[in-house]
């Protein structure tokens, strides 16, 4: 984390810093990682375009400034990088979401499930904003033909 000081030296800002997936690939990566995981259910159904819109405007801005040497990609570029990568974001929604809508009082210690012989119920999957999430998403990512075999 990095933290922002006012003048007598107390925190006035913060700002999360993640490099735990860090590499070079497509920006697609970026924004279908924060669909799988961090929007609420009404953004995520109903908010999708604008997000997407405000963070290609941003992205654009941001390489601009940066003087990056690759240009950034138009609008409709990133929206067929997300088409083509978009079963990652299918793979975040059933791997990490449970993760982040868990009851933290429910998860046992690596220490109480190493140190048990019982079966242990993973509460990740357990939850019911989880459930409402996965049904809403299921259909979505069905109609994409992301979970055909």
Known sequence: MMFCYDEQGKPVDLMLVDFQISHHDSPAEDILFF???????????????FILLKYHVT??????????????????????????RALYEVVIAFTLLP???????????LDDL???????????????SYRKVMTRLLPLYNDMGLLDV
């Open 35 to 49: 669909f799988g995981t961090s929007p609420s259910d009404e953004v995520r159904m109903h908010h999708r375009e």
């Open 59 to 84: 992205l654009t801005h941001t390489m601009a400034k940066l003087e990056c040497s690759t240009e950034a990609p138009n609008f409709d570029t990133l929206l067929e990088m997300l088409r083509k």
């Open 99 to 109: 993760l982040v809508l868990v009851d933290k009082s429910k998860v046992k210690s």
């Open 114 to 128: 190493a140190s048990s012989d019982e079966k242990y119920d993973n509460p990740a999957y357990q939850k019911k």
